[in-house]
């Protein structure tokens, strides 16, 4: 399983001739770095001076979102191996036999249900970097401020990780052949993209007027 190399061998195999990982598993292991930033930031912010002046409601805050940004670490590790399946499964499809009429339209079905398998899971993947960014927010506005350029830095990741994501649905969408799921797909990304893209600026306004 991809997420069980160690980093060496995960870039050894991205940069070889083998078609998958590939920049899904890339956007994933992006998405995957942000989230273990956020756990260090509140790792580093459980316990020390900064923790101890909060009142219970908000330490518990704190416990919590370092709870979801572990959690958060595997599942986005989990993608990894999600999208290289749904890739391979993909290819597969077009050893199907093409001979007669039937198998031909047989054959098209079911390339068009790949396509949207292996673009399901990077739109996830944007998904659920988008929703990690209430995370990051509470590593910048409640975590130790010594290490909240770790938060910015996880913010960046983030959003390159969406982006990349996006760009892993379009190259699917493409041959979908379906024009209102194509545009309903589309629209979604654009909104993905666009509210990332305003959460990660409010986030590193506050990290540059904290370092």
């Given at each position: 399983?991809?997420?069980?190399?160690?980093?060496?061998?995960?870039?050894?195999?991205?940069?070889?001739?083998?078609?998958?990982?590939?920049?899904?598993?890339?956007?994933?292991?992006?998405?995957?770095?942000?989230?273990?930033?956020?756990?260090?930031?509140?790792?580093?912010?459980?316990?020390?001076?900064?923790?101890?002046?909060?009142?219970?409601?908000?330490?518990?805050?704190?416990?919590?979102?370092?709870?979801?940004?572990?959690?958060?670490?595997?599942?986005?590790?989990?993608?990894?191996?999600?999208?290289?399946?749904?890739?391979?499964?993909?290819?597969?499809?077009?050893?199907?036999?093409?001979?007669?009429?039937?198998?031909?339209?047989?054959?098209?079905?079911?390339?068009?249900?790949?396509?949207?398998?292996?673009?399901?899971?990077?739109?996830?993947?944007?998904?659920?970097?988008?929703?990690?960014?209430?995370?990051?927010?509470?590593?910048?506005?409640l975590g130790n401020k010594n290490v909240i350029s770790d938060a910015g830095v996880a913010?960046?990741?983030?959003?390159?990780?969406?982006?990349?994501?996006i760009l892993n649905v379009y190259v699917n969408l493409a041959y979908i052949k379906d024009?209102?799921?194509?545009?309903?797909?589309?629209?979604?990304?654009?909104?993905?993209?666009?509210?990332?893209?305003?959460?990660?600026?409010?986030?590193?306004?506050?990290?540059?007027?904290?370092?």
């Open positions: 399983m991809l997420k069980d190399m160690n980093i060496e061998e995960f870039i050894k195999d991205l940069s070889s001739e083998a078609p998958a990982p590939g920049g899904g598993g890339a956007a994933a292991m992006t998405a995957a770095l942000s989230s273990a930033l956020s756990s260090m930031v509140f790792n580093l912010t459980v316990g020390k001076k900064c923790y101890n002046a909060y009142d219970e409601h908000t330490k518990q805050e704190v416990d919590k979102a370092l709870e979801s940004s572990l959690e958060s670490t595997d599942e986005f590790l989990n993608y990894m191996d999600k999208d290289a399946k749904a890739f391979l499964e993909l290819m597969s499809l077009f050893k199907l036999p093409k001979t007669t009429d039937q198998e031909k339209a047989d054959r098209q079905d079911k390339l068009q249900e790949g396509y949207r398998n292996a673009l399901g899971t990077p739109l996830e993947l944007a998904r659920k970097c988008l929703d990690s960014y209430s995370i990051i927010d509470k590593a910048c506005k913010a960046l990741l983030l959003q390159a990780a969406i982006e990349s994501a024009e209102s799921y194509k545009e309903q797909v589309r629209e979604e990304c654009v909104r993905i993209k666009n509210q990332g893209n305003e959460i990660k600026n409010s986030i590193m306004k506050i990290v540059y007027e904290n370092i």
